[in-house]
């Protein structure tokens, strides 16, 4: 059993490893949703680049939980327990950058 720094518990759902039980259950749900063709799509841990690398450091990117499609229209969701500095700041950067705004659960 292990443990993030905020008490969230790894869990392994088939061939898929998440960082928190929420995460696998919305995992879960999402991929009940895709087989009664709700959702279409649905992809796991996808990275959207905020900055590229440059002679500052490396690329910086915000990494979804989820993207999938429903009634045509691309969702990014993040299952969110704790909002982090950083998670704020990446979430309004993409807002900012692409026009996505993040679906927490």
Do not use: C, H
Request: without cysteine; positive net charge; hydrophobic residues 35%.
């Amino acid at each position: 059993m292990s443990y993030s720094k905020y008490k969230a518990k790894k869990t392994v759902v088939g061939d898929k490893r998440f960082d928190s039980k929420k995460e696998a259950n919305r995992f879960v749900e999402l991929t009940l949703l895709e087989k009664a063709k709700v959702i279409q799509d649905l992809r796991t841990q996808v990275k959207f680049p905020l900055i590229k690398r440059s002679k500052y450091g490396r690329e910086i990117v915000y990494k979804a939980d989820f993207v999938y499609y429903q009634d045509g229209k691309m969702i990014v969701e993040d299952t969110k327990g704790f909002k982090t500095p950083v998670y704020r700041l990446k979430k309004r950067l993409l807002a900012e950058q692409t026009g996505i705004v993040i679906k927490e659960t």
